[in-house]
């Protein structure tokens, strides 16, 4: 049955390994998706081309496409404009294709306003994941590790709970085991499919 | 990270093979999980064991079980009750092992009302699922077999709207592959995982 692609956003603290994943995700051709091609203001590099590596507009085109709500999420990075146009998308979503956007949390944040369906996934470190063993046996680290720990702990479970999933990314093969999971049970989850085994008796 | 166990419950309409389906998870050890032993007024047989295969009571006692919300989902069948006994399971999901009902969509409504946080999967006949291709090539099949068809999977369509997945059971194999990933992906579910988190940090 034809449903809409999925939007699954991978996102988590700086230094996580998003990339790392992503990057495994695609080597294995772990689950079929579409890129993303960004906007930016910077200059092309050699052998870079326009609309297959990056748009590459100027700083009046990118202001342009942010007032005109053309795309889902932007930041800037030494000194230029990144930011995921929207049409394409929404076109590829539309069209039945997973789309996989990699990208820090304040983007994932943007893109959560303005797409809540998305299959929003927190890669979170195993430090997290630990801290309760090392609470438990307070001893071997001084009170100072650990209520660092535990303040940066906090910060993170803030971020998280706007997320559907938490993996923990203790080794790169188990975390994209858990995110193809994830993509394979949304798939089916009924609040996707459901629409259109509605049309399919409607239609008649 | 313990979490709580998982409330598994596979339903979906009689004759759709949901009996197999467990059993080529059982077979296969697909994913653990534990069983839940039922109440029953059927007299034992030759080797049963109390406790073991069924809880074995009288009429006097279940009916007791029933008015005092001790059990889960419960019905009849050839003149016996059956039932679901609510202790055990929510002993094992306490100790956070994953319980898994296989029962039928009277009974998973039942058990809905009572357990809102269970996984409940719902599975399709593979016709429900071609039906669209079906009504594609309309000139291969009679109105009235379209028309049954059509009316049957309204009818199915109606009951599925109260799950949480959709499982085509086109092969065993598909199947058991969706639910298994079902299971890995809801207990990477923020939802079930952020208590735990949240818990870890205010311990302290």
Redesign the interface.
């Known amino acids: ?1 034809a449903d809409k692609g999925l939007l699954l956003v991978l996102s988590g603290p700086s230094g996580v390994g998003k990339g790392t994943v992503k990057s495994a995700i695609v080597e294995h051709k772990v689950f079929p998706f579409e890129y993303s091609v960004s906007m930016t203001t910077r200059k092309p590099r050699e052998g870079e081309v326009d609309g297959k590596d990056y748009y590459f507009v100027s700083r009046e085109q990118f202001q342009q496409a942010v007032q005109d709500n053309q795309l889902l999420e932007y930041n800037e990075y030494v000194g230029n404009l990144y930011g995921t146009p929207l049409g394409p998308v929404k076109k590829m979503l539309a069209q039945g294709k997973d789309v996989l956007l990699e990208i820090d949390v304040n983007g994932a944040r943007k893109v959560r306003e303005q797409m809540p369906d998305g299959v929003f996934i ?1 890669l979170t470190p195993p430090d ?2 630990t ?2 063993d090392r ?1 438990e046996h307070r001893g071997t680290e001084s009170e100072e590790v ?1 209520r660092g720990r ?1 303040a940066q ?2 910060k993170e ?1 803030l971020v ?2 706007d ?6 990314n203790d080794t790169v093969a188990n975390a994209v ?2 995110i ?3 993509v ?3 798939h ?3 609040k996707r ?2 629409d259109d ?2 049309r ?2 409607q ?2």
């Open positions: 049955m927190f997290l994941h801290l309760r609470l650990i535990i702990a906090r479970i998280m709970q997320y559907d999933y938490a993996v923990v085991a858990h193809k999971a994830i394979d049970a949304e089916v989850s009924v499919v459901i085994y509605r399919m008796v239609e008649d």
